[in-house]
Antibody, heavy 119, light 110 residues
Framework: QVQLVESGGGVVQPGRSLRLSCAPS????????MHWVRQAPGKGLEWVAV????????YYADSVKGRFTISRDNSKNTLHLQMNSLRTEDTAVYYC????????????WGQGTLVTVSS | QSALTQPASVSGSPGQSITISCTGT?????????VSWYRQYPGKAPKLMIY???KRPSGVSNRLSGSKSGNTASLTISGLQAEDEADYYC??????????FGGGTKLTVL
């Protein structure tokens, strides 16, 4: 069965960096675009970034552009989100999600990893 | 990248029908038939309920249906049940090759 498992969350000070990972299983990872979506405590979903099947095309929300980098290693079946210059407003649960079609149909989601940015 | 507009809350009694609206622009909802709807229970990950405006993934109840007119998409749940009480989010693909979500709607089954 399809599974997505995020890791790498934790408490970090403002201005520091953190790298999230997502481990997919149960499907051919290299066939699918992948997304990161976040949810601040008590708030709604916010789309963060998407990466194409081969990693050649990436797009970001304005709120993270220039600070976050999405990447993937199809040979190792892993998805990453490198988060630099973290701000308190980046505090959220971060989900990785599979794109079923390349047009934003997020058919499988991980359980999320919590990132807390606080001094 | 402004969020799509959803009502903050809707409510209905068991057996009734409710509709949640999702309003965007011609750059997202109005520009593509790539609107999806997600259900989220507290503390859980979102689950895909509707995609491509009106299609249901396998296993999703046919009590849920989706539609779109212009820049506004809608999710209708008929025959409300207690298990329908959750947060619902719409999303749309955009002309910038990004995704945008709605602010979310809390559905209360009275």
């Amino acid at each position: 069965q399809v599974q997505l498992v995020e890791s790498g969350g934790g408490v970090v000070q403002p201005g520091r960096s953190l790298r999230l990972s997502c481990a997919p299983s149960g499907f051919t990872f290299s066939y699918y675009a992948m997304h990161w979506v976040r949810q601040a405590p008590g708030k709604g979903l916010e789309w963060v970034a998407v990466i194409s099947v081969d990693g050649s095309n990436n797009y970001y929300a304005d709120s993270v552009k220039g600070r976050f980098t999405i990447s993937r290693d199809n040979s190792k079946n892993t998805l990453h989100l490198q988060m630099n210059s973290l701000r308190t407003e980046d505090t959220a649960v971060y989900y990785c999600a599979r794109d079923a079609s390349g047009s934003g149909i997020l058919d499988y989601w991980g359980q999320g990893t919590l990132v807390t940015v606080s001094s | 990248q402004s969020a799509l507009t959803q009502p903050a809350s809707v409510s209905g009694s068991p057996g009734q029908s409710i509709t949640i609206s999702c309003t965007g622009t011609s750059s997202d909802v109005g520009g593509y038939d790539y609107v999806s709807w997600y259900r989220q229970y507290p503390g859980k990950a979102p689950k895909l309920m509707i995609y491509d405006v009106s299609k249901r993934p396998s296993g999703v109840s046919n009590r849920l249906s989706g539609s779109k007119s212009g820049n506004t998409a809608s999710l209708t749940i008929s025959g409300l049940q207690a298990e329908d009480e959750a947060d619902y989010y719409c999303s749309s693909y955009t002309t910038s090759d990004t995704l945008v979500f709605g602010g979310g709607t809390k559905l209360t089954v009275l």
